[in-house]
């Protein structure tokens, strides 16, 4: 379509996707859920033998501080350069429960977190850059909200350097301890809300990197989230097929540099 289309009529177009106009379009009688098919899982399957990593539990963080959220918001501000200070287990521990942690199961489709979602659906799976963060070896990670875990992907070779290659040379991600890489299974929005799914998407990856720009606030760290990436660039060592499951949001995270 782009290739065809003026600018004029493509920015038309691409205004439609931030309408809700799609729903009046959908026969929600036809969609999966409405049809009797199970949800897909809460979250996405992983080898029984695959290495993971426990993470620290909610209520046995005694190093992350209390923080009022006015302070937070205060102080909120996208942090582009980095303190050489790593992030701790503890610390990554809490900013993966405050952006995707599991409050309470349901079922086996539905989960209550610690963000919002269209349907309670959750479309969201968060993989790690790890480059600095104390006793994980560099390389790619997959949270697991239901076990409270990680899961480890791949250790790519060059891998500060891949991430600046995916980013367009943004150097953000080169210097940070980790960064937090978001993508979309669409199936599950799909389930429920079928061709009306993709905006919801995209406003539920906004809530979930909120909520870490806040978190960030209470252990001394600063995200800085971006939009701009290599689409198979920054899929290929996710190990995603770009079909079913992508990248669509991702943001560097690393202790602020002292004044």
């Known amino acids: 379509m782009a290739g065809t289309m003026k600018e004029g009529d493509l920015i038309k177009a691409y205004r439609q996707f931030l309408k809700d106009t799609v729903r009046k379009t959908v026969d929600f009688s036809s969609v999966a859920q409405n049809r009797g098919i199970p949800p897909p899982p809460v979250e996405k399957p992983f080898p029984k033998d695959a290495r993971r990593v426990e993470l620290v539990p909610r209520g046995m963080w005694a190093g992350i501080r209390e923080i009022q959220l006015k302070e937070a918001i ?13 992030l701790t287990v503890e610390e990554l521990s809490f900013l993966l429960w405050a952006t ?9 489709g539905h989960a209550l977190r610690t963000v919002p979602s269209a349907g309670c659906r959750h479309a969201l799976e968060t993989y790690l850059c790890i480059l600095n963060v104390g006793g994980l070896a560099r390389g790619i990670y997959r949270y697991l909200p239901l076990e409270h875990q990680l899961v480890f992907e791949q250790a790519p070779e060059n891998l500060a350097a891949r991430m600046v290659h995916a980013v367009f040379g943004q150097s953000y991600p080169s210097g940070a301890a980790v960064t937090f890489i978001w993508t979309a299974v669409p199936y599950r929005m799909e389930w429920r809300y079928g061709h009306a799914s993709h905006k919801v998407i995209a406003i539920d990856a906004g809530h979930v990197c909120q909520n870490l720009y806040l978190a960030c606030e209470a252990i001394g760290a600063g995200a800085c989230a971006m939009a701009a990436y290599d689409q198979e660039a920054l899929d290929r060592p996710l190990q995603v097929d770009g079909e079913d499951e992508f990248a669509i949001y991702l943001a560097s995270v690393g202790k602020k540099q002292q004044p």
């Not at 995707?100 to 086996?108: A, I, K, N």
């Open 74 to 86: 205060l102080k909120r501000e996208s942090t582009r350069t980095y303190a050489r200070q790593g």
């Open 100 to 108: 995707q942690g599991v409050r309470e199961v349901l079922d086996s």
